[in-house]
């Protein structure tokens, strides 16, 4: 990886919050395109920017300068979703169309898996794309769908066929003028602000062939699955800056003492391990160094401890400070989002530790 990613990455962070740190929330996305933000991750500015490491470096910049688990993920799932399906699989006319303008800031792309009542188990998903002339109907509803009330493009996951009782799956490119696609407001989620979220009711939608991502037979192992481990791994990225801001402002408020010092001392010494972790985890999905699926779940886990000392050592601070009560909060439904595939690969590392011995 170019040793000059995080230099490159912290001046286009730097840039921005010179300009946009007074006003957080006024425009939250749009002083990022001034500095630059939405190229990282994407090719075409330079390799320096073109990997998951760069977005990782981003995220946790944004979360350790403004505290805002929303704004650092808000932002990650726009430059995930660009680099994951669109430069990973879609084809040069699909890249070309799409990712200059959404490195422009111009285009936000937002994934569409996860559905009402069903989350996003594959047997379950009913949203379907029905063959129709020389194009697909699509037809269903889908639900919480980051960033999706300020999306110009949808990345849908549709059946496209059902083979001996087993669902087969498409991803289609669904701009959101497209007839028949309707964007449905969610309760909005305070804690994550600026994010949010939506559902999309997909009404006999026409779409071209063209607009089918891939030519695989079922896109749901190859790109869904897959997706939910690297969204997952570069999203500890702003766990780790969260905890530092939250390290940070806790040191400000707190008596200063012998008790409290050794406290911090302890804090900083996991947090420290968080970091540099989350690094290692990120770094193995650009090819750099072996992916260690224990890696993920560990920086999670620690991450919670950490949460719990740091509110234990806030108890002595009353009344607890608002924008602390608020990343708290964040964390905490955070961390409840796909809580059971998390359990699921947990459990999966412990019986591998039996089946070693065996």
Avoid at 34 to 57: C, E, K, M, V
Avoid at 98 to 104: E, G, M, N, S, T
Avoid at 261 to 269: D, M, N, T, V
Avoid at 325 to 342: F, G, I, N, T
């Amino acid at each position: 990886m170019p040793q000059d990613s995080s230099l490159e990455v912290t001046k286009r962070i730097d840039d921005w919050w010179s300009i946009e740190k007074h006003d957080i929330l006024a425009d939250p996305f749009g002083k990022m395109a001034g500095a630059g933000l939405f190229q990282i991750g994407l090719p075409g500015a330079g390799a320096a920017l073109d990997t998951y490491r760069a977005i990782a470096i981003a995220e946790q910049a944004i979360a350790a300068k403004t505290g805002l688990l929303g704004l650092a993920s808000g932002f990650a799932a726009r430059q995930l979703t660009a680099r994951f399906f669109i430069s990973g699989f879609a084809d040069a006319s699909q890249r070309a169309t799409w990712l200059p303008r959404i490195a422009a800031g111009q285009v936000c792309a937002a994934i569409a898996i996860s559905e009402p009542g069903a989350g996003a188990h594959p047997k379950h998903l009913q949203t379907a794309a029905e063959p129709h002339g020389a194009g697909y109907v699509v037809r269903g509803r889908k639900a919480w769908i980051t960033n999706g009330p300020i999306a110009d493009v949808f990345l849908v996951l549709s059946v496209i066929a059902v083979e001996d009782e087993r669902k087969r799956y498409g991803l289609f490119l669904i701009p959101r003028e497209t007839t028949g696609l309707v964007v449905k407001p969610m309760q909005a989620l305070d804690a994550l602000a600026p994010a949010s979220h939506c559902e999309l009711e997909l009404d006999g939608c026409r779409v071209p062939a063209a607009a089918l991502v891939g030519h695989m037979a079922d896109a749901y192992p190859v790109m869904a699955l897959p997706f939910r481990d690297v969204e997952d791994t570069v999203g500890t990225a702003s766990i780790s800056g969260l905890l530092s801001w939250l390290l940070e402002k806790s040191a400000a408020l707190i008596e200063r003492s012998e008790e409290n010092a050794l406290r911090l001392g302890r804090i900083a010494g996991l947090v420290s391990l968080v970091h540099a972790a989350s690094r290692l985890a990120v770094m193995a999905l650009d090819g750099d160094g072996q992916e260690v699926p224990a890696r993920t779940i560990g920086v999670r886990l620690l991450a919670r401890d950490i949460v719990s000392e740091i509110r234990d050592l806030l108890v002595q601070v009353k009344p607890l400070d608002d924008a602390i009560a608020r990343a708290l909060a964040a964390y905490d439904l955070l961390s409840s989002v796909a809580r059971e595939p998390r359990k699921v690969r947990q459990a999966r590392l412990g019986n591998s530790l039996w089946s070693e011995k065996l």
